[in-house]
């Protein structure tokens, strides 16, 4: 059977200072190139190892359904290197990442999101407020990334970071989320080195707020301590070390912190320029208000339809992980092409999620490969999100169900997003960012505008993650009704 095609070129130093080179170019040019030149799946150098992406919805959503079966999670070594011991663990072995997700999904249950509830409209309401009463426009990539710190700090491990330390409590966590993607030399100055330090510190930071947890009353509610409780209970009462729970800790805000605030800030940066789109929000609050109270119990939040929708549009259109990296356990034949089993492959969920759409191509992805001018169009208009694609395409509609979304066009489906990955190892905290994002987007429909002050200048860059560009483009108005 054949293999999979592809060339690469890449350049040492670059790799060195941890660039991709040829993402550098966009990462959607890039692969609608190759897409074009050897069909959906095909190789490419991705640092320094060999990697077989994979581009079509249909593909990508099945090979996820098999997730620990046919393939295994695969990190950069920057993560590896950086991650703990059970992490690793995890990693490289399907069935120790399985008993991992079942120890965190207490912490994730509809009891535990019940619970944080109040606190996530109490930060929501602080970080609008906030917003509303500057006088200078706000740099949503900024805000909505201090808005996801509030939210991982005080749900995920209930770490309230007095507002002095916080700049340098959020310093770590950067410094150790950039060492995670360079790669892994251990020497004075690197970014992996600032990478070891900052995690050594936050470390020491988290072990204090066990140290609290455990002598107060042990009631708090974050995703973490009701985590570690069915942890502890998994063990049989065996005490876990404090450096394991503390890694544990460390991971939550590390999966949980620049998702969110990709994701807030998308949807927010799309609000602001879609002012159809904040009339139908508010439309739809009212009907809450008068079916649930003004109250924002978990009820109310499940009402949210169309709040959901909007949120699914943007994670579509600018999704805050772009892709996923697996090894395949198996021969597989992908696509027609043969893959020894130890392949990489590279899933872009980001191609497949924004290609599958049957209003840029008739038969998604398939029609655009058999029309090669449409799909050097589609590379031109998506090398980046910006105004003009974004009045063409941020259709919420899309995410309802025919019978609500006024006859317009559906993804495969409300099930079709892939942002939040798939199958067995779908997003544990999926819900939690919804109830977040959500919760946040009632709040400013109700006694909030917001507009873009340039929105012609709204952009965002993909580069396997999709990134909100652009100074005048990024800053916003918030203005109380
Ligand atoms: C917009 C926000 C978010 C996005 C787009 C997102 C995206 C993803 C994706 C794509 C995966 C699958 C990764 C893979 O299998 O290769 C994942 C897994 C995961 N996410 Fe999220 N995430 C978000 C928010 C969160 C939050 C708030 C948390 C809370 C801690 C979280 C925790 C996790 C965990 C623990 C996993 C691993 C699940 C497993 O391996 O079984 N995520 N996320």
């Not at 409780?229 to 544990?248: F, V, W």
């Not at 009402?303 to 697996?326: C, D, F, H, I, N």
């Not at 049957?358 to 449409?374: E, H, K, N, V, Y």
């Amino acid at each position: 059977m054949q293999q999979p095609e592809g060339k690469h070129s890449w350049n040492p130093l670059q790799l060195l200072l941890g660039d991709f080179p040829e993402l550098q170019q966009g990462e959607v040019p890039f692969l609608l190139e190759r897409l074009r030149l050897f069909g959906p799946v095909f190789k490419w150098k991705f640092a320094t190892d060999t990697v077989v992406a994979v581009l079509e919805y249909d593909t990508i959503k099945s090979l996820l359904q098999h997730d620990g079966t046919v393939m295994s999670f695969w990190a950069p070594p920057g993560l590896q290197a950086i991650g703990s011991e059970a992490g690793n663990k995890a990693m490289a072995d399907p069935s120790a990442r399985m008993v991992q997700r079942k120890t965190l999904a207490p912490g994730f249950s509809r009891q535990a999101l019940r619970q944080v509830l109040g606190k996530v409209e109490a930060i929501a309401a602080s970080h609008l407020a906030q917003w509303a009463a500057a006088e200078d426009p706000i740099d949503l990539a900024v805000e909505g990334r201090q808005l996801a710190f509030d939210f991982s700090t005080q749900l995920l491990v209930n770490f309230d970071v007095p507002e002095q330390q916080r700049a340098a409590v959020k310093a770590k966590l950067d410094a150790m989320f950039k060492a995670m993607m360079a790669p892994p030399l251990n020497l004075p100055g690197t970014t992996f080195r600032k990478g070891i330090e900052a995690k050594a510190a936050l470390l020491a930071d988290i072990k204090e707020v066990i140290r609290q947890a455990d002598a107060s009353s042990g009631d708090g509610a974050s995703a973490f301590e009701l985590s570690l409780k069915s942890h502890r209970a998994n063990q049989g009462g065996a005490e876990l070390s404090e450096d394991t729970i503390a890694e544990s800790g460390i991971s939550l805000l590390l999966a949980g912190t620049d998702t969110s605030g990709g994701g807030a800030t998308a949807a927010l940066a799309m609000l602001a320029q879609a002012p159809e789109v904040m009339q139908r929000l508010r439309q739809e609050q009212q009907q809450v208000i008068a079916q649930h109270g003004p109250g924002l119990s978990l009820a109310a939040v499940d009402s949210m339809t169309y709040a959901e929708a909007v949120v699914k549009e943007a994670l579509r259109l600018a999704p805050p992980a772009g892709a996923m990296m697996r090894r395949t356990l198996l021969d597989l034949q992908i696509g027609g092409k043969f893959i020894p089993a130890g392949s990489l492959l590279y899933l872009s969920t980001f191609v497949g999620s924004n290609f599958a759409d049957t209003q840029l191509s008739p038969s998604g992805l398939a029609g655009l490969t058999q029309r090669p001018a449409d799909l050097a169009a589609a590379a031109s208009a998506w090398s980046h999100v910006d105004h003009s694609l974004l009045q063409q395409q941020f259709k919420p509609e899309r995410w309802l169900k025919k019978s609500e979304g006024d006859g317009a066009s559906n993804v495969r489906g409300s099930s079709g997003l892939l942002t939040f990955g798939s199958g067995p190892h779908v997003c544990l905290g999926m819900s939690l960012f919804m109830v977040e994002a959500k919760v946040l987007l009632a709040l400013l429909a109700r006694e909030y505008d917001i507009a873009a002050v340039a929105p012609e200048e709204l952009r965002f860059e993909q580069l396997v993650a999709a990134q909100l560009v652009g100074n005048a483009g990024s800053v916003v108005r918030v203005a109380k009704l």
